[in-house]
């Protein structure tokens, strides 16, 4: 906390003395300059936590601080170097899934570092080096191709691979000591081979057929009918490390079956199928929803420790079998913490 309120307190007084020639306020201004690369060069992220907004209901973490740093060193001109460097590795090693703690801190960051990454940009095309190949590699160093040279950086992307590329740990070869890595892995993989994970995030689902005084449990292993409607439920729960920096809200997603179609009026099927639910809290948790013919996507609030339990129902039009999407949860503000149920099987004749 007190590194947090060194920060704070060194920048918003020197955006106060920023713009004076007064003589006695430019050393106040230099001081200020000093302290904050003292402050900054001293920076241990390890220690450093980031700090819940009650307001806005996400963490505001350590990038938007450091980038904030940045700028106003940079643009005083008392940025040197070294410190540069170290900062500059700091916000490039603590990003994940493309963005630091929450999607506020990222949008501090590329605000803060517009006009350092404007500079590197330019200095990048006038002095990258056509002889400086990257070239990616599988485990077992077998060559998977070569990074192309962008604005500030190398990019690559690979698709062409055998049974035998491991792909466990991807190696670069000749990154330079100012350089750092990162990679986004796609894979296809058929829905009855995923298991459930649970990192943060937990999540169940269970089906209920809708029938004439209420509901009844839906067994998979029997085909269901045209025009059988049925209850989706899915239970989600924060668990874990709650030192994660997260948010209070959640992006829940439970797939379609392609042999059915979802039903918009969720609350009058509930009813009709007697499914209680708290009206004012289960409603007012949600905090929108979106509707695809193939899942339905909810932005619910989640408390640290909470646990929720959503509905959608959906209505059965073709025959045939086919497997149900897992239902996956991620926290809104950071997709590290996640979860996933298994695909289920359903079956449905005329």
Known sequence: MKLRYDFSQIMRYFFAFQTSRNTNLEQVRKDLLGRLQ???GQLDPATYQAQPNPQLGFSMGLPSLISAGLDVLDDAQALPQELANKLKLVLLNSQKNGYWTSTYDT??????SRNILSKEAAASRAGKSQA?????MDKNGKVLGKLSAIPGGYMGSFSQFTKQTDLSDIRLAELNIDETASANIHADVPY???TAKADGLQIERSYRRII???TSPLDTDQPLKIGDLVISEVHVKRIGDTKIAGSDFAVIEDGIPALAEGMENDQTYLADAKVQVKEGSYWGNIKETQRYPDRIVRVAKLLSGGELS???VWRVTRPGKVAVAPAVAFDMYNEAIQGNSTAEK????K
């Open 212 to 214: 004439a005084n209420g």
């Open 346 to 349: 359903v079956s449905a004749e």
């Open 310 to 312: 959503l509905f959608q």
């Open 107 to 112: 949008a501090q960051v590329i605000y803060n």
């Open 132 to 136: 400086h190949v990257i070239k990616a």
């Open 38 to 40: 003292q402050a900054l």
């Open 192 to 194: 009855p081979a995923v």
